[in-house]
């Protein structure tokens, strides 16, 4: 899958690319060609890409719930010390 991805992202630049070049003859067409091409990697690259990423992680490491919450306090408060 990584590999997929890899290539997959090359090829929706070089779309871009070669629509910025098709652009310099043709201006409609490389509108298109670019817009398509965003819009691929948008719709189908990214998906895919989060997909990957997300696979085995839990969401509630991530979120801001009260069990984290009080973690967070705990290590970022220093101890209190008591005055003797």
Request: some cysteine; charged content about 25%; overall charge positive.
């Amino acid at each position: 899958m990584k590999w997929f991805l890899r290539i997959f992202f090359v090829l929706v630049l070089a779309n871009i690319c070669v629509g910025y070049a098709i652009r310099q003859d043709n201006l409609p067409l490389g509108e298109k060609w670019i817009g398509l091409s965003v819009a691929i990697g948008f719709f189908i690259y990214m998906p895919l890409f989060l997909v990957h990423r997300w696979k085995g992680k839990r969401l509630q490491d991530y979120t801001l719930s009260n069990e984290n919450l009080k973690k967070m306090r705990d290590t970022l408060d220093p101890p209190k010390q008591r005055k003797s």
